[in-house]
């Protein structure tokens, strides 16, 4: 596993023996930066490349493993414990796992999301609308909130990082949710968000967001920043274009 991380040395020394393997031995070489294997050692190896799973098929093979272990645990909390894996099948069956062992045979939704440190679909709800309504007030209470609970704001600016992208994605025409990398039942809301803005101010509001996120590492104090960017997006939510004005 992670091959590459051999040394010149080492893959020399390997050469020989992948040439001329024992006949009872088949070495695997796994490695996530293909680029770093050298020439020498590619040729002698039959190369696979192993994509990413659609959340459908984890989210089916999980369905499998909760009704056969006899868990009760609703499509929702489920659907959380796919996006969590990235698209890996093995990452997705760690982390129910680990549900189960937390939870026991009858898993909360609000469970599953502490448990792997998400943020859950209907804050991000939450967050856009209000950024859309310039509802400062609620925007101020969903950072006092994540940071009661102890929520990583970094991983929560991630999150609403992919959500704008996901709505610009919707108005750009394309409504795949694997695209999307969410689960189906999420897409009517996110529709609905999507309609709250124009393709200028969702534009315009996730440039204006990449900035923050970068301010928030050198941060002192993220929640301040965070919260102060919130209420810089929700106005600018409220600008009109400058070809508006004009005409």
């Given at each position: 596993?992670?091959?590459?991380?051999?040394?010149?040395?080492?893959?020399?020394a390997l050469l020989k023996t992948l040439e001329e393997p024992p006949p009872h031995v088949?070495?695997?070489?796994?490695?996530?930066?293909?680029?770093?294997?050298?020439?020498?050692?590619?040729?002698?190896?039959?190369?696979?490349?192993?994509?990413?799973?659609?959340?459908?098929?984890?989210?089916?093979?999980?369905?499998?493993?909760?009704?056969?272990?006899?868990?009760?645990?609703?499509?929702?909390?489920?659907?959380?414990?796919?996006?969590?894996?990235?698209?890996?099948?093995?990452?997705?069956?760690?982390?129910?796992?680990?549900?189960?062992?937390?939870?026991?045979?009858?898993?909360?939704?609000?469970?599953?999301?502490?448990?792997?440190?998400?943020?859950?679909?209907?804050?991000?709800?939450?967050?856009?609308?209000?950024?859309?309504?310039?509802?400062?007030?609620?925007?101020?209470?969903?950072?006092?909130?994540?940071?009661?609970?102890?929520?990583?704001?970094?991983?929560?600016?991630?999150?609403?990082?992919?959500q704008f992208r996901n709505l610009m994605v919707l108005k750009a025409g394309i409504a795949?949710?694997?695209?999307?990398?969410?689960?189906?039942?999420?897409?009517?809301?996110?529709?609905?968000?999507?309609?709250?803005?124009?393709?200028?101010?969702?534009?315009?509001?996730?440039?204006?967001?990449?900035?923050?996120?970068?301010?928030?590492?050198?941060?002192?104090?993220?929640?301040?920043?965070?919260?102060?960017?919130?209420?810089?997006?929700?106005?600018?939510?409220?600008?009109?274009?400058?070809?508006?004005?004009?005409?």
């Amino acid at each position: 596993d992670e091959v590459h991380m051999l040394t010149t040395e080492a893959f020399n020394a390997l050469l020989k023996t992948l040439e001329e393997p024992p006949p009872h031995v088949v070495f695997i070489l796994a490695t996530t930066e293909y680029h770093k294997i050298p020439a020498t050692i590619l040729s002698r190896c039959q190369q696979y490349s192993f994509k990413l799973i659609p959340y459908p098929l984890i989210l089916d093979r999980l369905r499998e493993i909760a009704k056969a272990e006899g868990i009760q645990i609703s499509t929702a909390a489920l659907e959380q414990v796919v996006f969590s894996s990235g698209g890996s099948m093995r990452d997705a069956m760690s982390a129910l796992d680990q549900v189960i062992a937390f939870s026991g045979d009858s898993v909360r939704d609000e469970d599953v999301a502490t448990l792997l440190g998400l943020v859950e679909p209907k804050i991000l709800s939450q967050t856009i609308r209000a950024i859309a309504s310039n509802d400062v007030a609620t925007l101020l209470k969903i950072v006092a909130d994540l940071v009661e609970v102890g929520h990583d704001l970094n991983n929560f600016c991630r999150r609403l990082s992919g959500q704008f992208r996901n709505l610009m994605v919707l108005k750009a025409g394309i409504a795949d949710p694997a695209l999307l990398g969410i689960p189906e039942s999420l897409l009517p809301d996110l529709r609905e968000q999507a309609e709250l803005f124009s393709r200028e101010d969702l534009l315009r509001l996730f440039d204006a967001f990449q900035k923050i996120e970068s301010g928030l590492r050198y941060a002192t104090q993220v929640r301040f920043q965070l919260e102060m960017g919130l209420i810089e997006l929700a106005h600018l939510a409220k600008l009109k274009p400058i070809e508006d004005l004009i005409a």
